[in-house]
């Protein structure tokens, strides 16, 4: 409960004053009876057990007709909140060249760890995953369940289609998972480490589908500087890593960026790419609007019939009971 003229509550001071006042003045009536009655004590009757009766429920009625003038009101307080997720579709080269060895422990695993940490982070978003060699698949449909889409994540690849890189069908493909989307903001984060060699469609001409429906595409090239440790295979069949020059097109990725309003992002290592997911996270955040509303219900009539029936019953007792009752 609270009171919407708060200040009027100052007034309940006066009762502790008045009843004071009342005490002080009833014993200088009784000292002047006393001194011209002698000391002769009269029998104390039911009337002189409730001869302060009338005063107490005038007093009480006072303190509950302040109360009910300061306006006591029952406040209830509501919270409605609308959250405008976010559709992402995380699309992941998994050539074998992403296996190479200048991220711990190599790019793929590196990628698909703070992908999976990106994800868990989207809470409100639907996310889907994508993933592309020589051909693209989807891996994950778009799902708000961010658990579910980390899972699918940590399962990706290297070998289970044909080796490339096909950065256009990869993007072709992300596109699709949002062709149908009803949502206001659609990305893409396309993560590559090499050049585009494969496919059936351009990756600029994917860049301009994504630009003509509205979807974001954030590019990240990863692999370091120069020269990194790639994988290779003896002539026995065993897999080895030799030194082999880093090739990412990234005058491609910036200008797929570029074209749908997206950025391009180059991660040389671990660090880098965490760097990057979290700028990310910031440039995209989903929309939450919270509004408050506060309902109130006047309690000061309540009160006012407390304080009416105290004064009923003070006239009552006044007037009817204690004028019946013997001396």
Same mark, same amino acid.
């Given at each position: 409960?609270?009171?919407?003229?708060?200040?009027?509550?100052?007034?309940?001071?006066?009762?502790?004053?008045?009843?004071?006042?009342?005490?002080?003045?009833?014993?200088?009536?009784?000292?002047?009876?006393?001194?011209?009655?002698?000391?002769?004590?009269?029998?104390?009757?039911?009337?002189?057990?409730?001869?302060?009766?009338?005063?107490?429920?005038?007093?009480?009625?006072?303190?509950?007709?302040?109360?009910?003038?300061?306006?006591?009101?029952?406040?209830?307080?509501?919270?409605?909140?609308?959250?405008?997720?976010?559709?992402?579709?995380?699309?992941?080269?998994?050539?074998?060249?992403?296996?190479?060895?200048?991220?711990?422990?190599?790019?793929?695993?590196?990628?698909?760890?703070?992908?999976?940490?990106?994800?868990?982070?989207?809470?409100?978003?639907?996310?889907?995953?994508?993933?592309?060699?020589?051909?693209?698949?989807?891996?994950?449909?778009?799902?708000?369940?961010?658990?579910?889409?980390?899972?699918?994540?940590?399962?990706?690849?290297?070998?289970?289609?044909?080796?490339?890189?096909?950065?256009?069908?990869?993007?072709?493909?992300?596109?699709?998972?949002?062709?149908?989307?009803?949502?206001?903001?659609?990305?893409?984060?396309? @993560?590559?480490?090499? /050049?585009?060699?494969? *496919?059936?469609? $351009?990756?600029?001409? %994917?860049?301009?589908? +994504?630009? #003509? @429906?509205?979807?974001? /595409?954030?590019?990240? *090239?990863?692999? $370091?500087?120069?020269? %990194?440790?790639?994988? +290779?295979? #003896?002539?026995?069949?065993?897999?080895?890593?030799?030194?082999?020059?880093?090739?990412?097109?990234?005058?491609?990725?910036?200008?797929?960026?570029?074209?749908?309003?997206?950025?391009?992002?180059?991660?040389?290592?671990?660090?880098?790419?965490?760097?990057?997911?979290?700028?990310?996270?910031?440039?995209?955040?989903?929309?939450?609007?919270?509004?408050?509303?506060?309902?109130?219900?006047?309690?000061?009539?309540?009160?006012?019939?407390?304080?009416?029936?105290?004064?009923?019953?003070?006239?009552?007792?006044?007037?009817?009971?204690?004028?019946?009752?013997?001396?």
């Amino acid at each position: 409960m609270e009171f919407l003229n708060i200040e009027i509550l100052y007034l309940l001071v006066l009762i502790p004053l008045l009843a004071i006042y009342y005490i002080l003045a009833g014993r200088r009536r009784a000292a002047i009876v006393v001194s011209t009655t002698g000391s002769r004590k009269a029998p104390r009757t039911l009337r002189y057990w409730l001869r302060h009766l009338p005063a107490v429920l005038r007093l009480g009625a006072m303190a509950v007709a302040i109360i009910a003038l300061a306006r006591p009101v029952d406040v209830e307080h509501q919270e409605e909140t609308t959250t405008e997720g976010i559709d992402i579709v995380i699309a992941m080269d998994i050539s074998s060249s992403m296996l190479a060895r200048d991220f711990t422990p190599d790019r793929l695993s590196a990628a698909k760890q703070l992908a999976t940490e990106f994800v868990a982070e989207r809470t409100g978003d639907r996310i889907s995953v994508v993933a592309f060699a020589g051909e693209a698949f989807t891996q994950c449909p778009l799902t708000s369940d961010q658990a579910s889409a980390g899972t699918m994540l940590s399962r990706l690849r290297s070998g289970v289609v044909d080796d490339g890189t096909a950065i256009g069908n990869g993007l072709a493909t992300a596109i699709n998972r949002l062709r149908e989307s009803g949502a206001k903001s659609k990305v893409v984060i396309l @993560l590559t480490d090499g /050049v585009n060699n494969r *496919g059936q469609i $351009s990756p600029i001409m %994917a860049a301009e589908i +994504a630009r #003509d @429906l509205g979807i974001k /595409v954030y590019t990240i *090239g990863v692999g $370091s500087r120069d020269k %990194a440790p790639m994988p +290779a295979y #003896d002539p026995f069949g065993n897999i080895t890593y030799v030194m082999a020059d880093v090739e990412i097109d990234e005058a491609l990725l910036r200008d797929i960026a570029s074209k749908t309003g997206g950025q391009y992002f180059r991660a040389d290592d671990n660090e880098a790419l965490k760097a990057i997911y979290e700028q990310i996270n910031e440039l995209e955040k989903s929309k939450v609007e919270v509004s408050h509303y506060t309902s109130y219900t006047e309690l000061y009539m309540g009160w006012l019939i407390i304080a009416l029936l105290l004064l009923a019953a003070e006239f009552v007792v006044a007037r009817v009971v204690l004028n019946r009752l013997p001396m």
